[in-house]
């Protein structure tokens, strides 16, 4: 499996010439969910979910489809009948050769003043890729490759230190993080990398890793 990193919370992998895309939003390419047999979309935050990203990758492939929870599935079901799919926690299905299980509820808290959102995770293949989209949600299985959202208004850095223990991946990729700056960036590196107790790596926007 290829993992392709695009930019902020987007993810692309390659797996026996088919290609998985989660959240293409609009912090991400314009092209990132272009060529993709089937799309995951975590939540409807705009950074996660981006209509016309989709509407372009369903409209370049006709037999691509997506995955996703109802509050984003209302929104771009009527345009493409029989290609969007609602999914929730606990849910099982393959997307593209893909094997997947939703995990989570709902998203990370922002604030105690603004009302939680639903989000969902997504388990590949069997614990080898984690996105959990926008919260801390811990599979019940192990985890190879966690992408993990190292920088959000939701978070701090010790909440993802302690979130790296407790999943305990055999790596880290970060993803969520298009509002970290290039200044910034070697301390999370220091203080994930020397106290989440695993591998701590990210990939440039367009930077591959083999899993």
Same mark, same amino acid.
């Given at each position: 499996m290829k993992l392709t990193k695009k930019s902020h919370a987007c993810i692309r992998l390659d797996k026996d010439g088919r290609t998985l895309v989660i959240d293409p939003g609009g912090f991400s390419e314009q092209d990132a969910a272009?060529?993709?047999?089937?799309?995951?979309? $975590?939540?409807?935050?705009?950074?996660?979910?981006?209509e016309g990203r989709l509407r372009a990758a369903l409209e370049a492939n006709p037999a691509a489809e997506i995955w996703t929870l109802r509050s984003v599935a209302e929104q771009i079901t009527a345009a493409f009948p029989g290609r969007v799919h609602t999914v929730g926690h606990g849910d099982t299905f393959t997307a593209a050769g893909f094997d997947v299980q939703v995990h989570g509820e709902l998203h990370a808290v922002i604030h105690p003043d603004i009302p939680r959102i639903t989000n969902v995770g997504y388990l590949i293949d069997g614990g080898r890729v984690f996105h959990p989209g926008?919260?801390? $949600?811990?599979?019940?299985?192990?985890?190879?490759?966690?992408?993990?959202?190292?920088m959000a208004p939701w978070n701090k850095?010790?909440?993802?230190?302690?979130?790296?223990?407790?999943?305990?991946?055999?790596?880290?990729?970060?993803?969520?993080?298009?509002l970290l700056t290039d200044l910034a960036r070697p301390i999370y590196d220091r203080q994930i990398g020397a106290l989440g107790g695993t591998d701590h790596l990210r990939l440039a926007p367009g930077g591959t890793a083999d899993l």
């Open positions: 272009i060529g993709a047999d089937a799309i995951l979309v $975590t939540h409807e935050h705009p950074d996660h979910f981006d926008d919260a801390l $949600t811990v599979p019940d299985q192990p985890v190879e490759t966690l992408m993990l959202p190292v850095i010790a909440e993802v230190i302690e979130y790296v223990r407790e999943v305990k991946p055999q790596r880290a990729y970060d993803v969520h993080d298009a």
